[in-house]
C-alpha cells in the first residue's frame, strides 16, 4: 500500500476519489469532498487516517453487533486460514466450520426451521429465499404461485430480485426495477401512515385487510410469498404497530403464502431477543440472516428454511435432480469461523440479555433528551435500534421537504461532533454495537444532542424553520 501511494504520489483520498464508485454515495459530493477512511476500530469507536476518533453508533451498516477490534475473532479467523482457508459446498463437498455453524444456527432459531443454505450478503440470502419459494410452488403442482409481497420502505437488499423487493423509490427508479410480480403494500407506519385517532391496533387491522384485498384481487394461486423485516431498518427505523404481525400472518396463512422473516438487521440480539422473530412472536416459513451473523469481521450471511420446505424440497429430489442453485464462496471456511466465534462471544458475554437491558437505558435516554424538542416528530425504536424523526412542523405533522436536505446536513453535523449515524431521508437512525456501555449511550446522546441545537440555528438562520 505504501510503495503505490509513493509511487503515485497522491493522497489516499485522492486515490480514492480516482478509482473507487462508492455505493449509495452522491457522485458529485464525494468528488467534492473525499471520503472519511476508517483504520482502525475498538468497542464502539473507529478512527480515522487522519487520528479522529467517533463513536459509531451505526455499528458499521447495522452489523458490527459484537464491537470493533476483537483479538479471538483475528485468532478464530486465523487459525481456520491455517487448517484451509477455502473449501466449498457443491457437489456434497463440506468443511468443518459450515457444518458446525449451520448446527449452531439451527439451535438458536424456532424449532421447526430445518436446514441453512450459506450465502454472502443480505440480498443473496433474500434472492434464494425467493427461489426457493418459486422451487417449492413448482414441486408442489402450482407453478402460477410465483408473486412476491413486500411492504413500501422495507429494504431487503439489492440484487435484481432483492431490490424487486426493496420498496424505497431510489433503489427501483434508476433501475427499471421492480420486476413484474413484485408487489408491495402500505407499511406499518403509524406515525405517517394511520389516519387521525386510528389506534395502532386498527391501523394494524386495516393493514392486514389491504394485503388480504391484494391477495384476493391477483388471485390467492398467484402469490407465492411475503418478506418483512420485524423492525424496518433501512426504511427509518419503524417497530411494527401493536398486534400487526398477528393480523398479517393470518392473512398469509389462509392465503398458502410463505412468511420470509428478513432478520438481516434484526437477529443476533439487536432488538434485545435473539431474533425480532422471537420478540414479536412470528412463525417465519424462511429466516434471512446476515450482518451479526459475523458481526461482519467476514461477510456471509444464510437463508433458512423450515421443515414445511425443505420436506417438499427432499420429496422432490429424485425428479429434479441437484439443487441448482449456489454461490462460490457460500459457507466460507474462514466465514463460518467467524460466525462461530461470534455466537460463542454472544453467549458467553450473554450479548442478547445486555442489549435487552442496555437497550433500555437507550432508549429511555433518547425519549427523554429529544422527544420534546421541537423538530422532532417522533423517537422510536426497541432494544439498540431507534430512530429520531425530524419534522418541519411537529404539531401539524408536516414532514421536511426533500429539497430542504436534511439528512446531508445532520449527518455532517454529527460527523463534525464526531458521531457516525445514518441519517434516513429525515431520521437519524442508531443500530451501535451491543457492547456500548452506558457512558458511551450518554456520550451518543450529547453529541447527538449538539448536532441537532446547530441543525436548529442553521435552519432558522437559513430561513428554512422558525419554532411555532
Ligand atoms: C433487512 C435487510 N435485508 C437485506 C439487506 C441487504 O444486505 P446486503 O447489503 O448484505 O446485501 C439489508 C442491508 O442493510 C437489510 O437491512
Redesign the pocket.
Known amino acids: 500500500m505504501t510503495s503505490i501511494d509513493n509511487s503515485r504520489n497522491i493522497s489516499l483520498e485522492e486515490m480514492d476519489k480516482q478509482s473507487l464508485l462508492h455505493p449509495y454515495t452522491s457522485i458529485v459530493d464525494h468528488l467534492d469532498q473525499g471520503p472519511v477512511v476508517i483504520t482502525k476500530g475498538h468497542g464502539a469507536r473507529v478512527t480515522d487516517n487522519r487520528g479522529r476518533d467517533y463513536l459509531d453508533a451505526m455499528g458499521g ?2 452489523c458490527v453487533n459484537i464491537g470493533y477490534g476483537r483479538q479471538e475473532m483475528v485468532d478464530a479467523i486465523t487459525a481456520q486460514a491455517k487448517e484451509i482457508a477455502y473449501y466449498h459446498l457443491f457437489f456434497s463437498m463440506a468443511n468443518e466450520p459450515a457444518i458446525r455453524l449451520a448446527d449452531k444456527v439451527l439451535q438458536l432459531v424456532p424449532n421447526h426451521m430445518s436446514k441453512v443454505f450459506f450465502c454472502n ?4 440470502a ?1 434472492d434464494t429465499q425467493v427461489k426457493i419459494a418459486w422451487y417449492y410452488n413448482n414441486l408442489r403442482g402450482k407453478p402460477e404461485k410465483k408473486k412476491i409481497i413486500s411492504r413500501k420502505l422495507g ?4 440484487t435484481v430480485v ?1 431490490a424487486s423487493m426493496t420498496g424505497l423509490p431510489r433503489n427501483h427508479q434508476s433501475f427499471n426495477l421492480p420486476l413484474d410480480g413484485f408487489l408491495h403494500v402500505s407499511p406499518p407506519h403509524h406515525y405517517w401512515y394511520a389516519k387521525n385517532g386510528e389506534t395502532e391496533v386498527e391501523f394494524s387491522k386495516r393493514l392486514a385487510e389491504e394485503l388480504d384485498a391484494l391477495i384476493q384481487r391477483e388471485g390467492p394461486d398467484t402469490v407465492a410469498a411475503f418478506i418483512a ?1 420485524p423492525v424496518m ?2 426504511g427509518g427505523v419503524i417497530t411494527p404497530p401493536e398486534g400487526y404481525f398477528i393480523e398479517i400472518q393470518n392473512v398469509l396463512k389462509k392465503h398458502d403464502v410463505l412468511f420470509i422473516a ?1 432478520e ?2 434484526c437477529g443476533f440480539g439487536r432488538l434485545g431477543t435473539m431474533f425480532g422473530t422471537d420478540l414479536y412472536q412470528l412463525e417465519p416459513d424462511m429466516m ?1 440472516i ?1 450482518k451479526g451473523l459475523t458481526s461482519a469481521y467476514v461477510p456471509m ?1 444464510a437463508a433458512i428454511i423450515s421443515e414445511k420446505i425443505w420436506n417438499v424440497l427432499k420429496s422432490g429430489s429424485p425428479d429434479t435432480g441437484p439443487f441448482a442453485h449456489g454461490y462460490t464462496y457460500g459457507g466460507h471456511p474462514l466465514a463460518a469461523a467467524a460466525g462461530l466465534k461470534t455466537i460463542e462471544i454472544m453467549e458467553r458475554e450473554n450479548l442478547v440479555d445486555k442489549a435487552h437491558k442496555i437497550g433500555g437505558y437507550f432508549q429511555r435516554k433518547l425519549r427523554a433528551k429529544f422527544a420534546d424538542h421541537p423538530l422532532v416528530g417522533e423517537v422510536r425504536g426497541v432494544g439498540l435500534i431507534a430512530g429520531i424523526e425530524l419534522v418541519a412542523n411537529k404539531a401539524e405533522k408536516i414532514p421536511f421537504e426533500l429539497s430542504v436536505q436534511i439528512g446531508p446536513q445532520m449527518t455532517q453535523l454529527l460527523l463534525d461532533e464526531g458521531l457516525i449515524n445514518r441519517v434516513i431521508t429525515n431520521t437519524i437512525a442508531f443500530s451501535p454495537p451491543l457492547v456500548v456501555t452506558e457512558s458511551d449511550i450518554d456520550e451518543m446522546v450529547e453529541r447527538c444532542s449538539r448536532a441537532l441545537e446547530k441543525l436548529t440555528d442553521k435552519l432558522v438562520h437559513e430561513g428554512m424553520w422558525k419554532a411555532a
Do not use: M
Not at 450478503?121 to 443473496?124: L, T
Not at 429494504?155 to 439489492?158: F, L
Open positions: 451498516l447495522w450478503s443480505g440480498s443473496e433474500n429494504y431487503h437488499g439489492v432483492a423485516e431498518g433501512a428478513d438481516v438487521i434471512s446476515a450471511s
